[in-house]
């Protein structure tokens, strides 16, 4: 299931925050760019063609502020920026990441192979697993064709 507007606004009302103008911007971005990974930079350079006054600054604060409202989730890649996309509660899988040290794409794949040892791990520790990321590192296909040649 895909969030839409409605459904982050109802978010919003369910935490009793209000839907400013810049939030709404801001995550209408990571509605219309669903597949992608999106950086403050990313945002930044999305947003500010239709809404220039919304500055860098602005920016940072409200995606720190969703992450911490869990309508975003925060993700490090290890390139020195942080990553967000919308945080999607009503899905079941948890989604892990491919992501390609050359060129820097991320792939998202789904797989519930790690569900298994997630319980076992939790049951042997005697510890709540709450959630997990999973990122595998490499070369996609268009750089490893690059790097074996």
Same mark, same amino acid.
């Given at each position: 299931?895909?969030?839409?507007?409605?459904?982050?606004?109802?978010?919003?009302?369910?935490?009793?925050?209000?839907?400013?103008?810049?939030?709404?911007?801001?995550?209408?971005?990571?509605?219309?760019?669903?597949?992608?990974?999106?950086?403050?930079?990313?945002?930044?350079?999305?947003?500010? %063609? &239709?809404?220039?006054?919304?500055? #860098?600054? $602005?920016?940072?604060?409200?995606?720190? =502020?969703? @992450?911490?409202?869990?309508?975003?989730?925060?993700?490090?890649?290890?390139?020195?920026?942080?990553?967000?996309?919308?945080?999607?509660?009503?899905?079941?899988?948890?989604?892990?990441?491919?992501?390609?040290?050359?060129?820097?794409?991320? %792939? &998202?794949?789904?797989?519930?192979? #790690?569900? $298994?040892?997630?319980?076992?791990?939790? =049951?042997? @520790?005697?510890?709540?697993?709450?959630?997990?990321?999973?990122?595998?590192?490499?070369?996609?296909?268009?750089?490893?064709?690059?790097?074996?040649?």
């Amino acid at each position: 299931m895909t969030m839409n507007m409605n459904d982050l606004r109802n978010m919003f009302r369910e935490r009793q925050y209000k839907m400013t103008s810049q939030r709404q911007t801001i995550l209408q971005a990571f509605i219309d760019n669903p597949a992608q990974h999106l950086s403050a930079e990313d945002i930044y350079g999305i947003v500010r %063609k &239709e809404s220039s006054e919304l500055g #860098l600054a $602005t920016v940072y604060r409200t995606l720190e =502020l969703l @992450s911490e409202l869990e309508v975003l989730q925060k993700i490090d890649f290890g390139d020195g920026r942080h990553r967000y996309e919308i945080n999607e509660t009503s899905s079941l899988h948890h989604h892990h990441h491919l992501i390609c040290v050359l060129c820097g794409k991320v %792939k &998202e794949f789904e797989d519930d192979l #790690l569900e $298994t040892l997630e319980n076992a791990v939790a =049951l042997k @520790s005697n510890f709540k697993i709450i959630d997990h990321q999973l990122k595998f590192y490499g070369y996609c296909s268009e750089c490893r064709d690059k790097v074996e040649s």
